[in-house]
């Protein structure tokens, strides 16, 4: 069994069909000026009738970091919500690409999936790094379904236009893509046991890198911060998006607990994430400490602990 979903901007209406697929990836933002008037509506569409949801950034040339803030800002999302970088302006160039990826990964990338939306050629032509953050989203209108003209793994194929953009998914059903985009825990055929890391001669342990981790995961699974994994791991601080299977990460001794907290007041504009990294610690802390159930939405004049 497959599933396919489609893809909507400011074009398609706001009461658009979801007859017969699984998500709906709408458009949220462009450059750093512009934001689909529908947005809102268009996801909403799609949270009623039960689709698994997406947001995507038209990216444009200029500076990464301001379109992946403006993104995270101004994207209708919840935790769980696929974030997409949708690659098409031959302005853009392979470096900008991993350098917004990387960005929204470190403001959303606790939270939220973060992938690389681009046509083949793009992928074969213009693509030097082979970084696509959680996940490729590829577009090859080739008559072929599911099977788009590439070797690189996929999770999504861009198949037709008519009547509107519709992709197919390398999942079986809508439970296995939202435990995907959720990092929820789905069931799995049984595996043999994995040996448990041996400490190094430094104190710290090292992990295999499995099919479908990232850094992020990794850190979460383990109770360390990104900063420190990459600390640890010096070589991937330049693409830190870009690890593979059967890599051995070497994972940081964890730091001891404390007791001791202090508060912060919550500033126009503030972030969950920029706190956390303000702070030296973790999106998730965070909001585990605060009760926060939506880290995407936090309120001015909100007293946040941080605990030491």
Not at 24 to 49: L, S, W
Not at 102 to 115: I, M, N, P, Q, S
Not at 121 to 148: H, Q
Not at 211 to 235: C, E, I, M, Q, Y
Request: include cysteine; hydrophobic fraction near 35%; aromatic fraction near 8%.
């Amino acid at each position: 069994m497959t599933i396919t979903g489609i893809d909507v901007s400011s074009y398609q209406p706001t009461d658009y069909s979801t007859a017969g697929h699984a998500f709906v990836f709408v458009k949220a933002t462009e450059g750093t000026t512009y934001t689909n008037p529908r947005m809102a509506a268009q996801a909403k569409r799609a949270r009623d009738a039960g689709c698994v949801v997406g947001f995507y950034h038209f990216l444009r040339p200029g500076s990464m970091t301001a379109q992946a803030e403006y993104f995270v800002e101004q994207a209708a999302s919840i935790a769980g919500d696929v974030l997409w970088a949708d690659w098409e302006d031959a302005g853009v160039s392979c470096a900008d690409k991993d350098a917004f990826l990387a960005e929204v990964k470190r403001l959303r990338g606790a939270t939220h999936r973060v992938g690389l939306y681009c046509n083949r050629d793009f992928w074969l032509n213009r693509d030097t790094t082979s970084g696509a953050g959680d996940a490729l989203w590829i577009a090859d209108y080739n008559g072929k379904p599911g099977k788009p003209g590439i070797k690189a793994v996929w999770k999504f194929h861009q198949y037709t236009d008519r009547p509107l953009d519709t992709s197919r998914a390398a999942f079986k059903d809508r439970a296995e893509l939202r435990a995907w985009a959720t990092r929820s825990t789905a069931p799995k055929p049984s595996a043999p046991a994995k040996a448990t890391p041996k400490p190094s001669s430094t104190g710290s342990t090292t992990y295999t890198v499995k099919s479908g981790d990232t850094l992020s995961d990794v850190a979460a699974r383990h109770g360390v911060t990104l900063s420190a994994l990459l600390a640890a791991n010096p070589s991937y601080k330049a693409h830190p998006n870009t690890v593979y299977p059967g890599a051995r990460l070497a994972l940081p001794a964890k730091a001891k607990a404390s007791t001791s907290s202090t508060t912060y007041t919550v500033r126009p504009g503030d972030t969950l994430s920029a706190i956390a990294a303000k702070h030296g610690t973790t999106v998730a802390r965070l909001a585990a400490d605060n009760h926060i159930s939506n880290p995407n939405v936090i309120r001015a004049g909100a007293r946040l602990t941080i605990r030491k």
